[in-house]
């Protein structure tokens, strides 16, 4: 099957640009990009434009595959890759979802200004260093029993909240409050339950970190402030997802959608976007297990907070005020209503962005949108942006998750040194911890696609506001 080149590529406007169905006779709708023409030498490079086709060959797909400015390629679909389909005669699949079921991102805010504390960030980045388990090698400090799994699965932050390890605001600037209604623990396989038995709490290997950070500009000084976020206020942005469980879920669902698939004599141009007709009992059976290892993700990044607040307590000697701004997913598949009709919109590498008025928004964000938190590469900034009405319209909701990969983990371990990216780090006045040099190595900025040129973008198309970049003081990896 044939790969698109520059010249398949219809311009629509400056940032948005269509691979038509006529391009091949498999497409039952068009694909989408939104980019910039200077993005598109790297996006043709890769897979990742054959990945987007494909996504459109497949039953029951709405309107037209999607993606985003951090497009690169994935496990069947493009990572930063959003695919909407029928709730009537459409599929689900773990493949389009993805292997990091609900990694995402979270932001707290601090009271403290960096000048006030620029003096204790080395200290403060190793004690959360030492809070939060890497989980490579070595697990959390709380090993769950079957009764505690369950509680996690299937009752996700709000347990936490029961117990005393969150606090009600946090629940509820968390994406659906931190739970997700339907997930089902008797879904997720007991390979899945005892690869995530120690795993809460961690924060895992990979592109996943805590970074102290802190506000380093401001586009809407009304809107930032009502998110607590003013110049150099010192904050932590914390990216993990379900750990060893999610991917374990993600393995097990694949596995049974290539039986299916075979049973029923499928052929699909990419055996990877194994699927499930959303309305078999299969089907049902991956979305309950889909959402109990986005419930424990979420209990991941909670407990992650926890830990924390615990440094900022240590290193401070009282209680420290940590509120949260937002948290949201990656990796999911969510049930949502656009052009009036009911659709499973898979977001693999992609996040939400909610307007103003959104009935799923807390109060709070009810009259300003959803933050929509997109982090750079280690090393580089990070934004906060607010979900804008257009995204209801032409990106179902969505918005890129981060800068997304130029250079895979392995090139990246070749060409760069993780001793000497730590140097000149601390050189730039970023304090680091990292459980190893080879991983740190792995996130070097250079690996990754410049996050300002991915959120300029979609500032510019109109689909999420630029309202604060954030930079960062600390970094803390697995």
Same mark, same amino acid.
């Given at each position: 099957?044939?790969?698109?080149?520059?010249?398949?590529?219809?311009?629509?406007?400056?940032?948005?640009?269509?691979?038509?169905?006529?391009?091949?006779?498999?497409?039952?709708?068009?694909?989408?990009?939104?980019?910039?023409?200077?993005?598109?030498?790297?996006?043709? +490079?890769?897979?990742?434009?054959? @990945?987007?086709?494909?996504?459109?060959?497949?039953?029951?797909?709405?309107?037209? #595959?999607?993606?985003?400015?951090?497009?690169? !390629?994935?496990?069947?679909?493009?990572?930063?890759?959003?695919?909407?389909?029928?709730?009537?005669?459409?599929?689900?699949?773990?493949?389009?979802?993805?292997?990091?079921? $609900?990694?995402?991102?979270?932001?707290?805010?601090?009271?403290?200004?960096?000048?006030?504390?620029?003096?204790?960030?080395?200290?403060?980045?190793?004690?959360?260093?030492? !809070?939060?388990?890497?989980?490579?090698?070595?697990?959390? %400090?709380?090993?769950? $029993?079957?009764?505690?799994?369950?509680?996690?699965?299937?009752?996700?932050?709000?347990?936490?909240?029961?117990?005393?390890?969150? /606090?009600? /605001?946090?629940?509820?600037?968390?994406?659906?409050? &931190?739970?997700?209604?339907?997930?089902?623990?008797?879904?997720?396989?007991?390979?899945?339950?005892?690869?995530?038995?120690?795993?809460?709490?961690?924060?895992?290997?990979?592109?996943?970190?805590?970074?102290? @950070?802190?506000?380093?500009?401001?586009?809407?000084? +009304?809107?930032?402030?009502?998110?607590?976020?003013?110049? $150099?206020?010192?904050?932590?942005?914390?990216?993990?997802? #379900?750990?060893?469980?999610?991917?374990?879920?993600?393995?097990?669902?694949?596995?049974?959608?290539?039986?299916?698939?075979?049973?029923? &004599?499928?052929?699909?141009?990419?055996?990877?976007?194994?699927? =499930?007709?959303?309305?078999?009992?299969?089907?049902?059976?991956?979305?309950?297990?889909?959402?109990?290892?986005? $419930?424990?993700? %979420?209990?991941?990044?909670?407990?992650?907070?926890?830990?924390?607040?615990?440094? =900022?307590?240590?290193?401070?000697?009282?209680?420290?005020?940590?509120?949260?701004?937002?948290?949201?997913?990656?990796?999911?598949?969510?049930?949502?209503?656009?052009?009036?009709?009911?659709?499973?919109?898979?977001?693999?590498?992609?996040?939400?962005?909610?307007?103003?008025?959104?009935? !799923?928004?807390?109060?709070?964000?009810?009259?300003?949108? @959803?933050?929509?938190?997109?982090?750079?590469?280690?090393?580089? #900034?990070?934004?906060?942006?607010?979900?804008?009405?257009? *995204?209801?319209?032409?990106? =179902?909701?969505?918005?890129?998750?981060?800068?997304?990969?130029?250079?895979?983990?392995?090139?990246?371990?070749?060409?760069?040194?993780?001793?000497?990216?730590?140097?000149?780090?601390?050189?730039?006045?970023?304090?680091?911890?990292?459980?190893?040099?080879?991983?740190?190595?792995?996130? *070097?900025?250079?690996?990754?696609?410049?996050?300002? /040129?991915?959120?300029?973008?979609?500032?510019?198309?109109?689909? *999420?506001?630029?309202?604060?970049?954030?930079?960062?003081? &600390?970094?803390?990896?697995?």
């Amino acid at each position: 099957m044939k790969k698109p080149e520059k010249k398949d590529l219809i311009k629509i406007s400056d940032y948005i640009w269509e691979i038509p169905q006529s391009f091949r006779e498999d497409m039952k709708v068009p694909a989408r990009l939104f980019a910039s023409e200077k993005m598109l030498a790297d996006i043709l +490079e890769d897979k990742s434009l054959w @990945q987007l086709v494909n996504l459109t060959t497949l039953p029951g797909i709405f309107k037209y #595959s999607l993606a985003m400015p951090d497009i690169h !390629e994935g496990y069947g679909s493009p990572v930063g890759g959003v695919a909407a389909f029928d709730t009537n005669e459409g599929i689900i699949s773990p493949g389009i979802c993805g292997y990091d079921i $609900n990694c995402g991102v979270r932001l707290l805010v601090s009271p403290f200004y960096y000048e006030e504390i620029k003096d204790k960030i080395p200290k403060l980045t190793e004690q959360i260093f030492k !809070e939060v388990p890497s989980g490579v090698g070595r697990g959390g %400090f709380w090993k769950l $029993n079957n009764d505690e799994m369950k509680k996690v699965l299937e009752e996700g932050a709000k347990w936490l909240y029961e117990i005393g390890y969150a /606090e009600k /605001e946090d629940l509820e600037a968390t994406e659906s409050y &931190g739970k997700i209604e339907g997930a089902e623990a008797d879904k997720v396989s007991k390979t899945a339950k005892d690869r995530g038995r120690d795993q809460l709490g961690t924060i895992g290997a990979g592109n996943h970190f805590v970074e102290i @950070q802190r506000v380093a500009e401001i586009f809407d000084e +009304e809107i930032g402030k009502k998110l607590g976020l003013e110049k $150099n206020k010192v904050c932590v942005l914390i990216h993990c997802g #379900s750990r060893g469980l999610g991917h374990q879920v993600a393995t097990d669902y694949i596995r049974e959608a290539l039986r299916y698939l075979d049973k029923q &004599g499928i052929d699909l141009v990419d055996r990877e976007l194994a699927y =499930f007709p959303y309305s078999h009992e299969l089907g049902q059976d991956y979305l309950a297990a889909m959402k109990a290892a986005a $419930n424990f993700a %979420f209990t991941n990044r909670q407990l992650i907070t926890y830990e924390v607040r615990k440094a =900022f307590k240590k290193v401070f000697g009282k209680e420290i005020e940590l509120k949260q701004v937002y948290d949201i997913a990656h990796n999911i598949v969510k049930i949502e209503e656009y052009d009036n009709k009911k659709l499973l919109v898979h977001r693999k590498g992609a996040t939400r962005a909610f307007w103003q008025g959104h009935p !799923e928004l807390p109060e709070k964000y009810r009259q300003i949108g @959803q933050p929509t938190l997109i982090p750079g590469s280690m090393g580089t #900034s990070s934004y906060v942006l607010i979900g804008q009405e257009l *995204a209801k319209k032409i990106s =179902f909701g969505s918005a890129p998750h981060g800068a997304g990969r130029m250079m895979s983990r392995a090139e990246a371990k070749r060409k760069i040194r993780g001793s000497e990216l730590k140097k000149e780090l601390e050189a730039r006045g970023i304090s680091v911890a990292a459980g190893s040099m080879s991983g740190l190595a792995e996130e *070097a900025p250079e690996a990754y696609k410049d996050v300002s /040129e991915v959120v300029d973008v979609v500032h510019n198309i109109g689909i *999420a506001k630029k309202i604060v970049k954030l930079v960062p003081i &600390g970094v803390i990896k697995g």
